[in-house]
């Protein structure tokens, strides 16, 4: 579960702010069925300095956690929320450079 609260933040966030001017943010409601383990598992994270949760419940990266993605995002299993939203390669590039992506 600490994968794919990991994979889907990066992921979303490669896509949509590579630049980090803003950060991608999410939660699940306490009605889908994963949420309990979803809350065990970000707050691990959070305990681990890789994620901060935000006023309204949403996990998002620290810096640390950023940092932590870039260097093993290649290690994490595909499993994420909204799995059809495929990182974008050519923001990925320009994080990580090309012989790392």
């Keep these: 579960m600490e994968y794919k609260i990991l994979n889907t933040l990066w992921t979303k966030q490669v ?3 590579p ?14 069925s994963e949420y309990r383990p979803f809350r065990e598992a970000g707050g691990k ?3 681990e300095g890789l994620l901060n949760e935000t ?4 996990y998002v990266l ?7 993605c870039k260097a093993n ?8 929320w909204w799995p059809e939203e495929k990182i ?9 450079g090309k012989e790392n992506a």
């Design 15 to 17: 896509n949509k702010w």
């Design 73 to 80: 995002f290649k290690e994490f299993p595909p499993d994420q």
């Design 55 to 58: 006023e309204d419940g949403q």
């Design 19 to 32: 630049d980090l001017a803003a950060f991608f943010t999410f939660k699940l409601f306490d009605e889908f």
């Design 88 to 96: 974008n390669q050519d923001n990925l590039i320009r994080i990580v």
């Design 45 to 47: 994270l959070i305990g």
């Design 62 to 68: 620290t810096y640390e956690g950023w940092n932590y």
